[in-house]
Structure formats: C-alpha cells, structure tokens
C-alpha cells in the first residue's frame, strides 16, 4: 500500500487535455513539494516537474502541475501519442524521513 | 551529454549476493548525490531505497532498506554500486540509479538493472 494514493489510470483522446492526482497527507504533500516522473516500459524515467512546478529543461510546457493542501496533480495538454506512460508522484515524508511514491497512474491515449 | 550507464542483468539464487553498477557520463560523479531506487514487478510503485553522499561517502537508507544494502563509491572509475547480500525472492526488480540535485528529487535516471532472485 503505496503512501501516496493514485489512480490506477487515465485515458484521453489525442489534443484533449488529462489530469491526474496525486494523494497524500500532512506529513508529505501538505509540507514539501510533489515531483512528478514519467516511466517508459525498456527506458530511463524521465523527471517531469519538481519544486513547485518547475519543468526540467526539455519537458514542454504542456506538462503542469496544481498542489492544494495535501493533494496535488499533474496536467497534461495538447495529449500526444507520446505521453503514452506509467506517472509516478513523489515527495519526501517528514515522518519516514524519506522519499515517498505513489501507486502509479496508467495514462492511455486512445 | 550526461547519463547513468546502468551494468546488464543478473540472475541469483536466494542467498546470494549482487552488486550493482551506475557509471556516470558527461558530469562528475561528485558532484551530485546518488540515489537508489527499485521497482518490483507487478508492485504498485518505485521504492526509493536511499542515497549516498558523493563527496563524502556517507549513506543514508530508507526504512526497510537497513543492513543487506550497501552503497558504495569508485571515483577513479566515476561508478556508485548496490550491494545487495543474502538475496530474498523478494527482491526481484529492477534497480534503478539516479541524480539527486536535492534531497527530494532526481533529476537523471540510469535505465535499470534488473536483479531475478530464483532458484
């Protein structure tokens, strides 16, 4: 049982816009901020965003992501054939004293 | 361009040991933290088994993550290692390694190794 709560999947039509959440508490979410990664079957995952919505150099800007209290959630626009991925959020837990993941989120373009 | 050149497959019997290898490319090993985390088929999510300060070598591993794992360093060879001992069925997955800039985030992946623990 993952700390950080996900939805097993989302699916959208290509150009539609997805978002999908990220779960946590107090101890997580609520006091630091939630990174967001790409996971591709065969490849190296890939950081999407991290310390308050900053994008690494590279990832478009069609990636965004909204934190309220303790959930936060990754948008992606313009959807692409592409963005076809497993995404993960993460963030370090004060209680664990450690970085924490969440379940996993399926994203289908259809 | 920088990467995290990850060394092949390996296949182990309960009991055994493995060590695993993250060369980093294009940048200098000490110059960021290490982290290590792995994914277990068919589990939910990624575990992040900890980090090592590249410049002191001190580790630092998360909970449940104590005693069997080591990291280790090789500056000379630009190389951060896993060593994983007394090998259990449950830890079949695969090993990632990856940059930490931050504590809370990595910013570079190497692109895993898998470890199959079977008899």
């Known amino acids: 049982q993952s700390v950080l709560t996900q939805p097993p999947s989302v699916s959208g039509t290509p150009g539609q816009r997805v978002i999908m959440s990220c779960s946590g508490s107090s101890s997580n979410i609520g006091s630091n901020t939630v990174n967001w990664y790409q996971f591709l079957p065969g490849t190296a995952p890939k950081l999407l965003i991290y310390s308050d919505n900053q994008r690494p150099s590279g990832v478009p800007d069609r990636f965004s992501e909204s934190k309220s209290g303790t959930s936060a959630s990754l948008a992606i626009s313009g959807l692409q054939s592409e963005d076809e991925a497993d995404y993960y959020c993460a963030v370090w837990d004060d209680s664990l004293n450690g970085l924490v993941f969440g379940g996993g989120t399926k994203l289908t373009v259809l | 361009q920088e990467q995290l050149v990850q060394s092949g497959s390996e296949l182990k019997r309960p009991g055994a040991s493995v060590k695993v290898s993250c060369k980093t490319s294009?940048?200098?090993?000490?110059?960021?933290?290490m982290n290590w985390v792995r994914q277990a088929p068919g589990q939910q999510g990624p575990e992040w088994i900890g980090?090592?300060?590249?410049?002191?070598?001190?580790?630092t591993y998360a909970q449940g993550f104590t005693g069997r794992f080591v990291f280790s360093l090789d500056t000379s060879l630009s190389t951060a290692f896993l060593q994983i001992s007394s090998l259990k069925a449950e830890d079949t997955a695969v090993y990632y390694c990856?940059?930490?800039?931050?504590?809370?985030?990595?910013?570079?992946w190497g692109s895993g190794t898998t470890v199959t623990v079977s008899s």
């Open positions: 990856a940059r930490g800039p931050s504590y809370y985030y990595m910013d570079l």
């Open positions: 294009g940048y200098t090993l000490t110059r960021y933290a």
């Open positions: 980090w090592i300060n590249t410049n002191s070598g001190k580790p």
